[in-house]
């Protein structure tokens, strides 16, 4: 088991409902009108600086055009970084990269989480020494402005959380609310969530998909106010993730 406290705090207080703004538009972006510009891009140097965890890290790269194999125009891409490769540090990947995902979103530029469908031997030299390149985040000007889909293929909150939800404190209603509309690979939403006796909140997920499962716990994280702490464990028989109420 392990406890860990950056987490709570990685999203400043004064950015979380901006954030959370954010995860009503964001859709995945794959074809990009322009590149950032120079303002554009120091703020998501900025992001990409600031919003690191444990043994992952994010740095803004210039990409080749045909960086990706499905997404056109995209010239700006966030890579994800690990330092040394266990299944926390692919957790934090996914936390700090959704948070830049979200920051970038709310400067109106588009985003796509890209795991498969890029050109993983043209980008890797150009990450800094001593990491792994686990993925990147394209981001760039959209063809199409950001608006709030009018669907997204998403699991009911019947099949997202276990129990009885309707009657969960309403600050863990949002927290699933906003886990709903997270984007996952393939988007296989690999997560569930559960209220424990203690009242504290839980997700469930595979290890093999920390990476996933650290998108989820940000978005959480955005209507999260009570004062917590997340505790990690890959038991099999424990939930992967619990924000645990201090005091
Ligand atoms: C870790 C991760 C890896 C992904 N890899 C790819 C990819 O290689 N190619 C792609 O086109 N989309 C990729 N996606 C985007 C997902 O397909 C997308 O998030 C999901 O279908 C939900 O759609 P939405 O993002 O529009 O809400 C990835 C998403 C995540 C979170």
């Not at 690191?52 to 960086?67: I, K, Q, R, S």
């Not at 997204?152 to 019947?158: D, G, K, V």
Request: charge should be positive; aromatic fraction near 6%; include cysteine.
């Amino acid at each position: 088991m392990m406890l860990q406290a950056t987490l709570s705090t990685l999203v400043p207080a004064a950015r979380r409902e901006s954030l959370a703004a954010a995860v009503r538009v964001r859709t995945s972006c794959r074809a990009f009108a322009n590149a950032p510009t120079p303002q554009e891009v120091a703020a998501l140097a900025y992001h990409a600086g600031r919003y690191a965890l444990p043994g992952a890290f994010l740095t803004l790269l210039d990409v080749p055009e045909d960086a990706f194999t499905n997404i056109t125009g995209c010239r700006k891409a966030a890579a994800v970084c690990l330092q040394g490769d266990s299944w926390l540090h692919r957790l934090n990947a996914g936390a700090i990269g959704e948070a830049f995902v979200l920051e970038a979103t709310a400067m109106g530029l588009g985003t796509c989480w890209v795991g498969g469908s890029f050109r993983r031997e043209a980008l890797k030299s150009r990450i800094p020494q001593g990491m792994s390149l686990l993925c990147v985040i394209a981001v760039g000007r959209p063809c199409i402005p950001l608006t709030p889909p009018p669907t997204r293929p998403r699991m009911s909150p019947e099949q997202l959380c276990r129990g009885r939800w309707r009657q969960w404190p309403e600050e863990l209603i949002r927290a699933a609310t906003l886990v709903q509309q997270a984007p996952s690979g393939m988007n296989q939403q690999p997560w569930t969530l559960e209220v424990t006796p203690n009242g504290e909140f839980a997700v469930q997920s595979p290890v093999a998909s920390a990476l996933d499962a650290g998108i989820a716990i940000l978005h959480a994280e955005l209507a999260l106010i009570t004062p917590h702490t997340w505790r990690f464990s890959d038991a099999p028989d424990a939930p992967l993730a619990v924000a645990q109420p201090r005091g």
